[in-house]
């Protein structure tokens, strides 16, 4: 069975300011897909970013980048030129490959994340 | 496209009751899964179905069950609650074909409080 770990329980950031927010995850699977979903107060879970593991190249989406590193088994997420927004809970997700895992998502424990103004 | 559905919103019940919550997808998507949220245990997986069939089951009691319809509104049920039960439930929707990150959407939550 596959874990995903999110070490940092909360994280804090100055507005405009740079964070980068931690994860790993354990598989004996060679291709996967891993998520960042970001879930604020209003406890709706939104998609930030993705990553196919057979891509080398690291995901961006606007202010927001990950670091996927395939052999140490991480996927850490930069937010850059953080703004009040961004304010949430992040959880990293690890989605099997494999016809027969359908659409499971396996969840870190999450981090949450403050932005000071 | 409308998106992701789920109702009642809020339910409070108490113990040894039975709960039905109800999901409705993204209309062209035949994927719906089931997640428990809890401070204690975090997001774990239910279960998904996927043209009217449980694909996938997570590592929870018979007490949770569910289906899915023809047109692909899925409702999920617990029986005999529990205090233990009281948790978000999420609903996410997706195309659920194979290959591909096939993003999944999800409802807002359905908060269940059992007394």
């Known amino acids: 069975a596959q874990t995903v770990t999110q070490s940092q329980p909360e994280m804090s950031v100055q507005e405009a300011e740079t964070v980068t927010l931690s994860c790993t995850y354990d598989?004996?699977?060679?291709?996967?897909?891993l998520f960042w979903y970001k879930q604020p107060p209003s406890r709706q879970m939104i998609l930030v970013i993705r990553?196919?593991?057979?891509?080398?190249q690291n995901a961006t989406e606007n202010r927001f980048s990950v670091n996927f590193q395939k052999a140490a088994k991480s996927f850490s997420l930069k937010i850059s030129d953080s703004q009040l927004g961004d304010a949430a809970m992040y959880f990293c997700?690890?989605?099997?490959?494999?016809?027969?895992?359908?659409?499971?998502?396996?969840f870190g424990g999450g981090t949450r994340l403050m932005v000071k103004p | 496209k409308a998106g992701v559905t789920q109702t009642p919103r809020y339910l409070i019940k108490t113990r040894g009751q039975q709960v039905t919550l109800s999901c409705s997808p993204i209309?062209?998507?035949?994927?719906v899964s089931w997640y428990q949220q809890t401070p204690g245990q975090g997001l774990q997986f239910l279960f998904e179905?996927?043209?009217?069939?449980?694909?996938n089951k997570g590592n929870f009691p018979g007490r949770f069950s569910g289906r899915q319809f023809s047109n692909s509104r899925s409702e999920m049920n617990v029986s005999t609650l529990e205090l233990g039960d009281s948790a978000l439930y999420l609903c996410?929707?997706?195309?659920?074909?194979?290959?591909?990150?096939?993003?999944?959407?999800f409802g807002p939550g359905t908060r269940l409080t059992v007394l």
């Open positions: 997700a690890y989605r099997s490959a494999r016809n027969n895992a359908g659409n499971m998502l396996t």
């Open positions: 209309s062209g998507h035949r994927s």
């Open positions: 996410a929707s997706g195309t659920g074909l194979a290959g591909g990150p096939n993003e999944q959407f």
């Open positions: 598989t004996s699977e060679s291709d996967y897909y």
């Open positions: 179905y996927f043209s009217e069939t449980q694909r």
């Open positions: 990553q196919e593991a057979y891509k080398q």
